[in-house]
Structure formats: structure tokens, C-alpha cells
T-cell receptor
Framework: AQSVTQLGSHVSVSEGALVLLRCNYS??????LFWYVQYPNQGLQLLLK??????LVKGINGFEAEFKKSETSFHLTKPSAHMSDAAEYFC??????????FGSGTKLNVKP | GAGVSQTPSNKVTEKGKYVELRCDPI?????LYWYRQSLGQGPEFLIY????????DSGLPNDRFFAVRPEGSVSTLKIQRTERGDSAVYLC???????????????FGPGTRLTVL
């Protein structure tokens, strides 16, 4: 079975500060991992995904995430937050048969 | 090009009524997913279509929920005898279903907000 845990339903950072959103997963098969972003009144949009190969994955808008199998983690980072990064972020895992499991989301607030 | 569209954007109904929610996927996407997102939660898988057939409907909560995709494009999620607990945002996503679909990028619609009074 697969599941995702996102630590921190709300994260607040200052503009220009490091963004770190945490995601831990559980999977009985080699996982494929995703981060999606949801802006208000918009659909979820893919930020990045890990399938195979390089464990450090770069996505859009300067975000990246590192797959750490030993820690069962896939944390999302961005070196310098922008006001436009304020949104809700979802981590997801797919483990088989086209079924995807999402975490409960982390709302990122960026303070000026 | 056009993204995934969902209609209506909002639906308010009374307990016990029947509702239909529509999803228009991106043209050429063979895979289509329905999710339900309750307040403060992430999307919860309901059903997955590959073409016209429901390849996995294990996420449907009970037999009041049903979905169809008769021509392999537009899909309709149908909810009978609605209950207040059905209130949520219903999301649709589509993907090209390359390489078996597990690594596909899903493209989400904006969702339909269902409120059952």
C-alpha cells in the first residue's frame, strides 16, 4: 500500500528565505513521486516528478526535490521564496495500477 | 491548447437529489481520473479510466457513485441520493498514459465544488 505524509499544514517564510516543504511516503513498490502546486481557484499543476535515475529533481519556478530512499522522503525546496510562490503544495506517490495517493497539502505563506 | 475543463464549477443540491458532474479532458489523452478533495485534505482517488473502460474504480466510496466515459473522451461522474457528506470539490485529471501511466503527468481541471444541503 502507498501513502504520503506532509508535515506542516501551514508554512510561513519571508520573501527571499529558503522554502522547505516536507514529504514522507510509504510504498510497497518502488515509488514514483510528484509535487503539485495549487493556486487559488486553479487546478493542480505539476511542479516536478521523480521516476528513475537522478535523485535530485529540478522542476519549474526554481523548485527542486531530492528522493532519499533511506529516509523515505521527497522534500521540496527552493533557495529563495517569492511572493508568487504562495499557494498550496501537494506531494503524491504512485505505486501501481495508475493509482495516485496525495498528501493532505501544505499551504505556503510568503511574507514581504 | 485547451486544458481540462469541468462543469459546472459549482453545484448546490439538496440531500437525496441526483447530480451529474462533467469532465472534458485534453484532446488525445486516453487516461482520465476522478478525485474528491474534501476541505483541508488532498485529492482522494475515486476512479481511473483507460479509454472507455473503468480500469480501476476501487476508490468509489459506495454504489451511489458511478462514472462513465462512453466515447473515451468526456466523462460524467454521477452521484445518486446525495448526502451532506458528499460535499467536496470533485477534480478531474487526464494524461497521455505513456509507459503504462505510472509516471505520467496528470493535468487537472479546476474542479466542481459540490454542496449538499
Amino acid at each position: 500500500a502507498q501513502s504520503v505524509t506532509q508535515l506542516g499544514s501551514h508554512v510561513s517564510v519571508s520573501e527571499g528565505a529558503l522554502v522547505l516543504l516536507r514529504c514522507n511516503y510509504s510504498s510497497s513498490v518502488p515509488p514514483y513521486l510528484f509535487w503539485y502546486v495549487q493556486y487559488p481557484n486553479q487546478g493542480l499543476q505539476l511542479l516536478l516528478k521523480y521516476t528513475t535515475g537522478a535523485t535530485l529533481v529540478k522542476g519549474i519556478n526554481g523548485f527542486e526535490a531530492e528522493f532519499k530512499k533511506s529516509e523515505t522522503s521527497f522534500h521540496l525546496t527552493k533557495p529563495s521564496a517569492h511572493m508568487s510562490d504562495a499557494a498550496e503544495y501537494f506531494c503524491a506517490v504512485s505505486g501501481g495500477f495508475n493509482k495516485f495517493y496525495f498528501g493532505s497539502g501544505t499551504k505556503l505563506n510568503v511574507k514581504p | 491548447g485547451a486544458g481540462v475543463s469541468q462543469t459546472p464549477s459549482n453545484k448546490v443540491t439538496e440531500k437525496g437529489k441526483y447530480v451529474e458532474l462533467r469532465c472534458d479532458p485534453i484532446s488525445g489523452h486516453t487516461a482520465l481520473y476522478w478525485y474528491r478533495q474534501s476541505l483541508g485534505q488532498g485529492p482522494e482517488f475515486l476512479i481511473y479510466f483507460q479509454g472507455t473502460g473503468a480500469a480501476d474504480d476501487s476508490g468509489l466510496p459506495n454504489d451511489r457513485f458511478f462514472a462513465v466515459r462512453p466515447e473515451g473522451s468526456v466523462s460524467t461522474l454521477k452521484i445518486q441520493r446525495t448526502e451532506r457528506g458528499d460535499s467536496a470539490v470533485y477534480l478531474c485529471a487526464s494524461s497521455k498514459n505513456l509507459a503504462g501511466g505510472l509516471t505520467d503527468t496528470q493535468y487537472f481541471g479546476p474542479g466542481t465544488r459540490l454542496t449538499v444541503l
